[in-house]
C-alpha cells in the first residue's frame, strides 16, 4: 500500500510518467545494457529488445501496477504479479537484481523528466517501484523454494531422447535426465527455459511449454521456428543443431496456467504454436480419465501447420466430456471451419473457467467474447508467448 503522502503525488504525475514511460523504459535498457552488457547477451531476449516488445512491456507493467495501487489500494494485483514472477524464476533472477534494476530505471526517468522530477516525486515513484519488486521477490522466493532450488539455481542438464517433425517449421523433443532419473514433476500447463549457445558467445534464453503430461519419465517440448533475424535466433538453432543425444540447458518448470483441481467445466482456446499447454493439460486428463466437461477451441493457418493436430483429436476423443471445435485460415477438406475462432457460436457449460494461449489479438478476441457473453473476468486466464503487452488489462 502507498503511503498518504505518496499517493497524490503518483495520482497527479501519473499521466506524465505514463505518457513518458516508452522513452523512459528506452533509456532505461540503454543504460543497463551498457553498464552491464552481459544481461543483455545472456538473459535478455535480444529479439525482443530489437523489436521494442519487451520495453512496451516493462512501461505497461510498471503504469498497471501503479494505476491498481491507486484504483484499488488494499489489494495487490496478484495475477500479474505471478506471471511476471513465474517467468523471472525460470530465467533465475535474483533479488540482487533488482537493485541494479532500480538504479539504471530511475536514472532513466530523470533524464527523461528532468525538473519534473522534485525529490517529493522521486520518493513517491521510489515506492512504486519497490512495492512491485518486493513484492516480485517474495514470489520468487516461495517458487524458489517450491521448486526446491536455491534463489537463481534453476538450470539443468537435459539430454535429447528424440527429435520429431511435426509441421515444416515446428519441431518437438523429447527431453530425458542424462543419468536416466526421472524429471522432475510439474503442473499440465507450465514452461521451462532453454538456454542456447550462439555463434557469437551469447547464452540466449526462451520458454517453451511442456507440451506433453507430467508424471513420466520424461519431458517434451515443442519449437516453431520463428522467421527474421535475431528474433529467431534460438528457434533457428534449435531446428538447424538440435539432434538426438544432444544436451541442453533447461530449468525447472515454472507458470501459472495450469489445469486446476476438481470438476469444473474447462474452456482451453489456443491459436497456433498456443495449443502446447493445452496439449498438457488434455494428455493429464485423459490420463487419469477425467470426465469433467471440457470445450477446446483451436485456429490455425491451416491442416498443415497446425502442429500435433492428431494428438489434439485423439486427446479430445477420449475424455467423455470433451467437445472439439477448429477453425482454420485455409481448412480445405479437413472439416475444420473456415476462418478465425468464434466462441460465440459455442454451447459453454455454467460456470465455465477459461484458458487461452496464443497470440496478442487471438487473446483479446476470444477474451472479450467470452466476457460479453457473462463469464467472469475471474475465470479467464491467459498465457501470451513473449512479453505480455496486456499487462493491466484482464479486468
Keep these: 500500500m502507498l503511503s498518504e503522502q505518496a499517493v497524490p503525488v503518483v495520482r497527479a504525475t501519473l499521466p506524465a510518467v505514463g505518457g513518458a514511460l516508452d522513452r523512459i523504459t528506452e533509456r532505461f535498457y540503454d543504460r543497463l545494457f551498457a553498464a552491464r552488457p552481459e544481461l543483455l547477451r545472456d538473459l535478455f531476449n535480444r529479439g525482443n529488445q530489437a523489436g521494442g516488445e519487451q520495453q512496451k512491456a516493462l ?19 496478484d495475477a500479474m504479479l505471478s506471471r511476471i514472477a513465474h517467468k523471472h524464476a525460470s530465467l533465475g533472477v535474483t533479488s540482487a537484481q533488482y537493485k541494479t534494476v532500480h538504479e539504471h530505471l530511475f536514472a532513466a526517468i530523470a533524464e527523461v523528466l528532468g525538473e519534473a522530477v522534485t525529490p517529493e516525486v522521486a520518493r513517491a515513484w521510489d515506492e512504486v517501484y519497490w512495492l512491485m519488486a518486493n513484492a516480485l521477490i517474495a514470489v520468487e522466493a516461495r517458487l524458489y523454494r517450491r521448486t526446491g532450488v536455491p534463489e537463481g539455481q534453476v538450470w539443468r542438464s537435459m539430454e535429447i531422447a528424440e527429435r520429431r517433425e511435426e509441421t515444416p517449421d515446428t519441431v518437438s523433443f523429447v527431453l530425458r535426465n542424462p543419468d536416466g532419473t526421472p524429471t522432475p514433476p510439474f503442473r499440465p500447463g507450465q514452461y521451462v527455459s532453454v538456454r542456447v549457445p550462439l555463434p557469437d558467445g551469447a547464452r540466449q534464453i526462451r520458454q517453451y511449454s511442456l507440451s506433453a503430461a507430467p508424471g513420466r519419465s520424461q519431458w517434451r517440448i515443442t519449437v516453431k521456428r520463428v522467421a ?26 515454472f507458470g501459472d496456467l495450469v489445469l486446476p483441481e476438481g470438476e469444473s467445466p474447462l474452456l482451453l482456446a489456443s491459436a497456433g504454436i498456443g495449443s502446447t499447454p493445452m496439449l498438457s493439460m488434455l494428455d493429464h486428463l485423459a490420463s487419469t480419465g477425467s470426465t469433467r466437461p471440457v470445450v477446446v477451441v ?36 479437413s472439416g475444420a471451419r473456415p476462418g ?33 457473453r457473462g463469464v467472469a473476468a475471474a475465470d479467464v486466464h491467459y498465457e501470451v508467448f513473449g512479453p505480455d503487452l496486456w499487462l493491466g488489462h484482464e479486468g
Design 298 to 333: 483451436h485456429a490455425d493457418r491451416s491442416p498443415a501447420t497446425h502442429a500435433h493436430a492428431a494428438e489434439l483429436r485423439r486427446l479430445v476423443a477420449a475424455l467423455p466430456g470433451g467437445a472439439l471445435h477448429l477453425w482454420y485460415e485455409e481448412p480445405g477438406d
Design 340 to 372: 478465425r475462432a468464434d466462441v460465440t457460436t459455442l454451447d459453454l457449460p455454467a460456470g465455465v473457467t477459461a484458458y487461452l494461449c496464443g497470440p496478442l489479438p487471438f487473446l483479446r478476441a476470444v477474451r472479450g467474447d467470452l466476457l460479453r
Design 228 to 253: 527474421g533475424e535475431p528474433a529467431g535466433e534460438v528457434s533457428s538453432r534449435l531446428h538447424d543443431r538440435a539432434r538426438a543425444g544432444d544436451v541442453l540447458t533447461v530449468s525447472a518448470p
Design 59 to 77: 512501461a505497461g507493467a510498471i503504469a498497471a501496477f501503479a494505476g491498481a495501487l491507486l484504483e484499488r489500494p488494499d489489494e495487490r494485483p
